[in-house]
């Protein structure tokens, strides 16, 4: 029976050993199993290294393991060493391993939870055997072959036209049995004569199709001002040097800088990351990606199959793709030779993992490409005060097409009465006489849209959350915005049986009823979370880009990164609700989400402007941003951050306990607090949250000007209260950089 290699029994010294051990660290989701695990490599197995991916027996399991390191010599006897079942056939590069530890450290998470993220698509924690690549025969043409065409030497119709269809590339053999009807016998008589090559290959990964949306890209000749972005990217490449900070205005080519950005980093034979907010919503940046470097590019589509994953995985891998786009989660692609990062849309919060480890893939892409020599280039119209603080700048001060940015009004919204301001409602019907295009941005925080009793002044709220219930009345059902729990809307008070129901605010729903009255025959449309689950984002994209006229309304999603040529109107309802939340970036979302709808706007022919509505028009946040001053926010903004020690000045963890019965949350929190500030720590807390998915909460925050110390006393702090058999009843969740 295999023995368990565990390094706490053994208190023998260490002793040499001939042979190779590997350190593996079990992919397990168990918190409390700690690797890593020697084991001793023999025979076939020898060449297992970092990055090799083994099937390992524990105790009486066996688990999935990754070799995290390799020695000489155990500090265990050999007799207690065990040999490992199989090593698997996929394997990460050792760069990728470190970083997967690297992950789990910084963000007080696990080993198996950092080591996963760099893994096969589907390898998961312990969940078994990640798919394999499936064998099938592929058919490459030799110059006996081609020579055989020339010359027109005799052969049967099936093995010529087999030949005519590999005189163009590769193709894999049931492919080519479909095209031509050959069967296997006639590609082995063809081998057999010397004119093609056969030889097993993993399958021709699936190819997922990006549909163009918005404006066409073309091959362009750069501008001046790309043309010196560009220089500066390119001399850095491959030097070592620090992150660089694209700073360029909306429609100011950033894209372009990008592409060549990426062909240069190619031309030195060496790969490329492209980091981009949801493909789904910014389906335009991966199709010109796609567009300029065909199969060589690897889009991570969050619709892709597992097994479409898994294969362009494999591309990358096998070096066949050597871009890859994608979402946060690329930044793990598993290329060996990287040569450039590029964040696009630096600024966008999607950036951050929500789930455990809660890594930020900025942070992320950063110190791979620290670790790897790679260059960082992070993009945006308005960069963070992290990023303005730390990085190289390089401007895009104007737009391509030379149109100044529209000019952008502010509108007090105290004593309107109605979601729409006089002035929106005479823009809007402008556009409706001269059949243009708006974009109207609900910021959604403000306009929850909940019900009362009028009688008894009950309000209807989730069972499971301390949160109102929002009405959806296309559906007919109200439903919590955190936990999903849904029921149909109601006729009477259950608690007084009134009948009458008062409905607060507005959300997309009766704002798109209004827009329509306001600019009929032109069609409005929505876009919202309950579309992008229903229609899709990019189909309903899509027919605004198609329509002559119209106008597209819903959240945050409307203002990202879509290049829309003729929108003339651009309008920002409720811009300072974000304002009206406790949260320190509440001013860098508010100046991003009126600069970048901004943006959207006038770049056609027609010109532009944008109005943004505001119970508090005369906001700093909202000034800046309607006179298009990123470096006077930035400066401002940096300067209340010193002032307040957040980041850039100072670094914030938030640590989260949980429990279904009222209490022991908070004796976890007192806990780990405590511990926190023994080792010199400053914790603010325990604060109640609100109940959450039937879950009471108590939140701790640190800040602290020392990140790795920070960062080390609450791994410490919540690792023991966690294994303490009196917190037993407690969920831990930990955050560093929360949004
Ligand atoms: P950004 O990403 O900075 O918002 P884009 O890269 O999307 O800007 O460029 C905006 C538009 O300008 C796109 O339609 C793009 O094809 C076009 N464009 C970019 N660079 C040039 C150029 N040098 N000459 C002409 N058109 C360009
Ligand atoms: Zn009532
Ligand atoms: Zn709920």
């Given amino acids: 029976m295999p023995t368990i290699n565990d390094h706490a ?48 027996p524990f105790g009486r399991r066996r688990l999935l393991g990754v070799v995290v390191d390799v020695a000489a010599e155990s500090e265990l006897p050999p007799e207690r060493l065990a040999e490992p079942i199989a090593a698997l056939e996929a394997d990460v590069p050792q760069s990728l391993v470190a970083l997967g ?87 082995r008589s063809l081998e057999r004569r010397g004119l093609i090559r056969l030889e097993s290959a993993a399958d021709a990964p699936r190819r997922t199709r990006v549909h163009a949306v918005g404006a066409l890209a073309r091959s362009v000749s750069l501008t001046a001002d790309q043309e010196a972005a560009f220089a500066t990217i390119e001399t850095n490449l491959g030097t070592g040097r620090p992150p660089l900070l694209l700073h360029g205005v909306t429609g100011s080519g950033k894209t372009e800088v990008y592409l060549r950005s990426v062909a240069a980093a190619l031309e030195r034979g060496q790969s490329a990351i492209v980091l981009v907010p949801e493909i789904a919503l910014t389906p335009q940046t991966a199709g010109r990606f796609v567009e300029r470097f065909g199969e060589q590019v690897a889009v991570m589509h969050s619709r892709l199959s597992q097994r479409e994953r898994y294969d362009e995985w494999w591309r990358m891998r096998r070096g066949e793709a050597r871009v890859c786009v ?55 119209a308005t960069p963070r005060p992290e990023s303005m603080a730390r990085y190289e700048r390089i401007r895009l001060p104007s737009r391509v097409d030379g149109r100044e940015l529209p000019p952008v009004e502010l509108v007090g919204m105290a004593g309107v009465a109605g979601p729409l301001h006089e002035r929106t409602r005479e823009a809007l019907d402008r556009v409706r006489r001269q059949s243009e295009k ?52 109601p006729r009477v008070c259950p608690d007084c049986g009134s009948t009458s129901v008062a409905r607060h605010g507005a959300g997309t729903e009766q704002l798109e009823r209004d827009l329509e009255e306001l600019v009929a025959p032109l069609p409005v449309f929505r876009l919202d979370s309950d579309v992008a689950a229903a229609a899709g984002v990019a189909t309903v994209l899509r027919r605004f880009d198609e329509a002559d006229a119209g106008v597209l309304v819903g959240t945050q999603m409307v203002a990202k990164g879509h290049d829309f040529p003729d929108v003339t109107l651009g309008v920002v309802l409720d811009a300072d609700a974000t304002l009206r939340f406790p949260d320190f970036r509440a001013e860098e979302r508010t100046f991003a989400l009126v600069a970048q709808l901004a943006g959207r706007s006038g770049r056609g022919e027609r010109g532009g402007r944008v109005i943004v509505q505001a119970l508090d028009p005369t906001a700093e946040a909202l000034r800046f941003a309607a006179r298009h001053d990123a470096d006077a926010f930035l400066e401002a903004e940096l300067r209340r951050r010193e002032l307040l020690g957040y980041p850039p000045h100072g670094h914030l963890i938030r640590v989260v306990c949980s429990s279904t019965d009222e209490g022991p949350e908070l004796e976890a929190a007192k806990a780990i607090r405590e511990r926190v500030s023994a080792a010199g720590v400053p914790a603010l807390g325990p604060a109640p949250l609100f109940r959450r998915q039937a879950r ?4 701790l925050v640190i800040r602290s000007q020392d990140r790795v110390e920070a960062i080390a006393a609450v791994r410490e702090a919540v690792e023991t209260v966690a294994a303490m058999r009196e917190h037993a009843a407690a969920s831990f969740a930990v955050d560093v950089d929360p949004q």
Avoid at 155 to 175: D, H, N, S, T
Avoid at 332 to 359: C, M, N, T, W
Avoid at 465 to 476: G, N, P, W
Avoid at 696 to 699: D, E, K, L, T
């Fill in 9 to 56: 029994a053994s208190s023998e010294p260490a002793r040499s050993f001939a042979g190779v051990i590997a350190k593996v660290e079990p992919l397990t989701p168990a918190r409390s199993l700690r690797g890593p695990f020697d084991y001793r490599l023999a025979g076939a197995l020898e060449d297992v290294g970092v990055g090799s991916m083994l099937v390992v």
């Fill in 101 to 187: 530890l690297w992950v789990a450290r910084e963000y007080v998470s696990t080993p198996a939870r950092g080591l996963a993220l760099v893994l096969p698509p589907g390898t998961g924690t312990g969940a078994g055997r990640p798919l394999r690549p499936k064998r099938s025969l592929r058919a490459t043409i030799t110059p006996a072959g081609e020579a055989a065409l020339r010359d027109g030497t005799r052969m049967g119709a099936k093995q010529k036209a087999a030949l005519e269809e590999l005189a163009g590339a590769p193709l894999g053999a049931a492919a080519l049995a479909r095209r031509t009807g050959c069967t296997h016998s006639t590609l």
């Fill in 326 to 380: 994608g979402p946060r989660s690329a930044v793990f692609a598993p290329f060996d030779d990287l040569g450039l990062i590029i964040v696009d849309e630096e600024h966008d919060g999607s950036y951050k993992q929500e789930g455990d480890p809660r890594y930020d893939a900025r942070a992320v892409a950063e110190r791979r490409a620290a670790d790897e020599g790679a260059l960082l280039v992070a993009g945006t």
């Fill in 438 to 489: 708006a974009i109207v941005l609900l910021n959604r925080r403000g306009w929850s849209n909940f019900l009362s009793c009028r009688t008894c002044a009950r309000v209807w709220e989730c069972p499971h959350c301390d949160v109102t219930l929002v009405l959806h009345r296309a559906l007919d059902e109200v439903s919590c915005h955190h936990c999903g729990h849904r029921e149909p809307g």
């Fill in 696 to 699: 009471h909460r108590a939140q």
